[in-house]
């Protein structure tokens, strides 16, 4: 499995950017996806996950009501759409495969990262 992320940019604050990340593979829409984020200095952090069937999603606190995360299996991708946007959300971030269902919110939990998106948000 290839992950591909792309969408990261600069922004201000209160404004809005969305993540895609393309993957390889036939068995996509068998995977829970994730997004994480990393700041250099700190340990990744998860920020959502959705589960294979799109039923299912959930959040970190810090992001709760301001990111979602669809996906689209026919066009094996899934987004991470970040409205609201504030500096603390400065970070690289990284999508994940989990192609072992184990719906959990560490990242050893995910077999498969794709190379990272940096995302600034500006005050």
């Known amino acids: 499995v290839q992950l591909q992320a792309s969408g990261g940019g600069l922004v201000q604050a209160g404004g809005s950017l969305r993540l895609s990340c393309a993957a390889s593979?036939?068995?996509?829409?068998?995977?829970?996806m994730g997004w994480f984020r990393q700041v250099p200095g700190k340990e990744r952090e998860f920020v959502a996950r959705?589960?294979?069937?799109?039923?299912?999603?959930y959040y970190a606190d810090s992001v709760k009501g301001r990111f979602t995360i669809p996906r689209d299996n026919a066009k094996n991708t899934v987004y991470l759409q970040m409205n609201s946007l504030k500096p603390e959300d400065t970070a690289v971030y990284y999508c994940?495969?989990?192609?072992?269902?184990?719906?959990?919110?560490?990242?050893?939990?995910?077999?498969?990262w794709g190379q990272g998106t940096q995302v600034t948000v500006s005050s």
């Open positions: 959705i589960t294979w069937t799109g039923s299912s999603t």
């Open positions: 593979g036939r068995s996509f829409s068998s995977y829970t």
């Open positions: 994940a495969a989990d192609t072992r269902r184990n719906n959990r919110d560490y990242g050893a939990a995910y077999d498969y």
